[in-house]
């Protein structure tokens, strides 16, 4: 059976334990908070109770022949303290607090001016052990000055049995609907997230060359930004796997004719008798073998530039300036053994770029090699960098040229512009693009102001500039 990694967690279980916790604690609250309520209720009715039977006893006191009394017959007593369930204990007391009628157990109130004469105060009292509530009232007696305490207590057994009574319907009335909403919680979520069980189960039968994005209407608005990420990914996964798919193909294709070559150069070879002739095949197998290794690297460079460009090293301010003296200081000997004046032209210093320098020294040399492959011996190949609002770097040659309608076709890959003689694989100026295009700058094909010959320039945002969109 497999088992949950650990820190896996379930969607559906976090809703649900976030809706269990509380309800949970607020359960034992809500029964406590409905027990007290209840007893609130029960006792309301019973205070009312008590304060009738009050009001009953002070009709009853009177003021005769100088003395006070209370016209209750044993009959009435005996229905006053009448109760199945609590003891019932009625009191009055004269003006010197004597006692008139009534249970002595209760305790005496004293009259004071916040008082009112003939209003029932109620109050809690424990006696012998027992809880019991007392409702009191000091009453006005005709022909007495002063007042008359009349209390009535009972204990608390009916009030108690009636809020455990509310409680009991209250909390049987829960244990129902509890368990009913929880049961509505879990088909309500059940419900909310099969969308993105139909989308995993969409995902799991799909074939494994199908990475179109998932359509978010499938999904709940909340998840939104979930399947706007997995469709960034598979986007950024379907790129590479086409950048993957087109160097495999591109290898394929283009490697075929220098390895065909190198097969039949190595067989003249074997068959070869004079020294002299082996020598000069073997020469041509190390040409071809270095001429098919700069392809392979060419076509991996671009498949580098074409793929994500946070696979990259990151960016850093460059020397511009010292970038493109070093680079063309290196073409210096092959520029010499083709007969190539080649020259460079600094800006003055402050030439500064963001990029990554094995990048741009890739595009140096690839628009180096374009201008001395194609310019005859004795011609003129200058590298300049101008630096002002923007860094500007140009390849001037006054070789053959490019037609104006050849100029955006040259940067494809493997185009070659026909009749010019030289050998290339036509991926130079493809690499020379995408590296532009990674550092947000431009590059235009323009004829040699001087008449003859290319002039290559890419204009560069400067370090810190803002990234560079257009430039006529």
């Known amino acids: 059976m497999a088992h949950k990694a650990r820190g896996q967690t379930s969607l559906f279980g976090e809703i649900v334990d976030w809706m269990l916790a509380p309800l949970l604690i607020i359960w034992p609250i809500s029964i406590a908070a409905d027990y007290f309520l209840a007893y609130s209720v029960a006792g309301t009715a019973f205070d009312q109770h008590l304060k009738d039977r009050v009001v009953a006893v002070s009709r009853q006191v009177s003021f005769e022949d100088e003395r006070l009394t209370v016209n209750l017959p ?12 609590d003891e019932v204990l009625f009191q009055v007391r004269g003006l010197n ?179 002299r002739d082996i020598q000069h095949t073997m020469k041509q197998i190390a040409a071809s073998a270095e001429r098919a290794a700069r392809l392979v690297n060419q076509l991996l460079l671009l498949a580098r530039t074409e793929s994500d460009q946070n696979s990259l090293p990151p960016f850093a301010a460059i020397d511009f300036d010292a970038l493109v003296r070093e680079a063309t200081q290196d073409w210096v000997p092959l520029a010499l053994e083709h007969h190539i004046d080649l020259g460079f032209e600094a800006s003055g210093g ?45 390849v001037e040659d006054d070789g053959i040229g490019i037609d104006q309608d050849e100029r955006e076709r040259v940067f494809e890959r493997f185009y070659r512009v026909l009749g010019t003689g030289a050998d290339g694989s036509g991926l130079g100026l493809a690499i020379v693009r995408e590296i532009v295009e990674l550092h947000a700058a431009n590059v235009l094909l323009l004829p040699n102001p001087a008449g003859r010959g290319t002039l290559a320039r890419v204009v560069f945002p400067r370090s810190g500039a803002a990234p560079l969109r257009l430039v006529a």
């Not at 044993?74 to 199945?84: S, V």
């Not at 060359?209 to 979930?226: H, K, M």
């Open 74 to 85: 044993p009959e009435a007593i005996a229905i006053l303290g009448a109760d199945e369930l």
């Open 97 to 275: 607090d004597e006692l008139v009628a009534g249970d002595a157990k209760l305790g005496a109130v004293e009259f004071t001016p916040e008082l009112e004469p003939q209003a029932v105060y109620f109050r809690n009292e424990s006696l012998q052990g027992r809880d019991m509530r007392v409702a009191y009232s000091f009453a006005q007696v005709s022909g007495l000055a002063g007042a008359v305490l009349i209390q009535v207590a009972e204990t608390g057994e009916k009030r108690t049995q009636l809020a455990s009574g509310i409680v009991g319907n209250v909390l049987s009335w829960q244990f129902v609907i509890v368990p009913l909403g929880l049961f509505l919680v879990w088909l309500g979520l059940s419900r909310g997230i099969e969308p993105l069980n139909r989308i995993g189960q969409s995902m799991r039968n799909r074939r494994p060359q199908d990475l179109s994005p998932i359509d978010r209407n499938e999904a709940p608005e909340e998840a939104w930004p979930l399947i706007d990420s997995i469709n960034d990914l598979m986007a950024r996964l379907e790129q590479s796997l086409k950048v993957q798919q087109r160097f495999i193909a591109d290898a394929a294709h283009q490697l075929k004719t220098p390895l065909a070559g190198l097969r039949t150069q190595a067989e003249l070879a074997l068959r070869g008798n004079e020294m």
């Open 350 to 394: 402050g030439g500064k770029v963001t990029g990554n320098a094995l990048l741009l020294r890739e595009l140096i040399n690839n628009l180096l090699d374009n201008a001395i492959r194609y310019t005859p011996a004795g011609g003129r190949v200058t590298t300049r960098v101008a630096a002002g609002e923007y860094v500007i770097l140009e």
